[in-house]
Nanobody, 128 residues
Framework: QVHLVESGGGSVQAGGSLRLSCAASGSTASFIYCMGWFRQAPGKEREWVAALLPGDASAYYADSVKGRFTISQDSAKNTVNLQMDSLKPEDTAMYYC????????????????????WGQGTQVTVSS
């Protein structure tokens, strides 16, 4: 089992910044091979935002956030962060942290179906 807890959401004006964090814990947390952030706005489908491979800290981004968002890890704290800069109103959504677990796997995935653990979500609201 993996337990994910997000923090850091809030409200900000366009152009501002927010930092989301996702703390992972549990008996199988050591088998996490990919950590991802997704978001879902009202009336829209869940959208992949960014992912990180804990093994080598390689990071991947959706085109919509590339150059503005940065995903990183704090291995000592088993935490993955999402630094969001130059926020736009269209970034407004519920943001979810997700973990994909498996043994002997190290591959990035952008498909929500591949992630087997999810956090409760944290709201990000960007006003114009």
């Amino acid at each position: 089992q993996v337990h994910l807890v997000e923090s850091g959401g809030g409200s900000v004006q366009a152009g501002g910044s927010l930092r989301l964090s996702c703390a992972a814990s549990g008996s199988t947390a050591s088998f996490i091979y990919c950590m991802g952030w997704f978001r879902q706005a009202p009336g829209k489908e869940r959208e992949w935002v960014a992912a990180l491979l804990p093994g080598d800290a390689s990071a991947y981004y959706a085109d919509s956030v590339k150059g503005r968002f940065t995903i990183s890890q704090d291995s000592a704290k088993n935490t993955v962060n999402l630094q969001m800069d130059s926020l736009k109103p269209e970034d407004t959504a519920m943001y979810y942290c997700a973990a994909a677990t498996g043994y002997g796997i190290s591959i990035v995935t952008m498909s929500a179906a591949e992630y087997n653990y999810w956090g409760q979500g944290t709201q990000v609201t960007v006003s114009s």
